[in-house]
């Protein structure tokens, strides 16, 4: 497939595929679902699809997005995740809106580890979550499996999916943003909290940010 790289490369623009399927899309995603007021005054669902601009995008990465965005909308809600009907109940209203936008994001989401138990934390991560490829309809589906089986910890929840293996940064970067819409910011450890440089600057960024969609 033409790509980025050919056009970086003397190419002409016109000729390239630059059709966007990244696993960063749906990762930055998440602050869709953060929005004030959302889903009232914006839907998490379609600035999550929004994100994916100005490139044209791959449906697959529509539909990971838009998971991602309403995943979080979903949680910061107050949503619940600790029954097993809780957890079947937001499984199929994610599978129901990826059918929507893409059968294949839906079908790997679907699919993705049907023999694990989603309803209690495993004892070591599953074999079949162990070193995920950057292939947006694995790496998705994957994280939000990591998220599910270690839900009731934010910390370990994290800690695993960054020692999984493969694209663990995207991975863990999906997992830290549901664990965190999820348990709040008070869950997350002050040893990680303190470490952060310029953490001041990030604040007043993220305050500015908030202030602008009130």
Not at 113 to 121: I, Q, V
Request: charge should be negative; glycine fraction near 8%.
């Amino acid at each position: 497939m033409t790509s980025l790289r050919a056009v970086v490369e003397g190419g002409d623009p016109l000729d390239a595929d630059l059709t966007v399927v990244d696993v960063g899309v749906p990762f930055r995603a998440f602050v869709c679902g953060l929005l004030p007021g959302a889903p009232t005054t914006a839907d998490p669902v379609e600035m999550g699809k929004q994100n994916c601009l100005p490139m044209p995008a791959d449906p697959r990465t529509l539909a990971a997005a838009a998971v991602i965005a309403d995943s979080v909308s979903f949680f910061v809600r107050g949503n619940r995740l600790d029954t097993e009907a809780e957890v079947k109940t937001y499984v199929r209203r994610e599978l129901e809106l990826a059918n929507a936008i893409d059968d294949r994001f839906a079908d790997a989401w679907d699919g993705i580890a049907p023999d694990l138990d989603y309803t209690k934390p495993a004892d070591d991560l599953p074999y079949s979550l162990i070193n995920v490829q950057p292939d947006i309809t694995e790496l998705v589906p994957t994280a939000v499996g990591i998220f599910l089986i270690y839900r009731s910890s934010l910390e370990r929840a994290i800690g695993i999916a960054a020692l999984a293996g493969g694209r663990t940064d995207a991975v863990a970067g999906i997992v830290g943003a549901l664990a965190g819409a999820y348990h709040g910011s008070a869950a997350i450890p002050a040893k990680w909290i303190d470490r952060i440089a310029h953490k001041d600057r990030l604040e007043s960024v993220a305050a500015g940010l908030q202030k602008f969609w009130q």
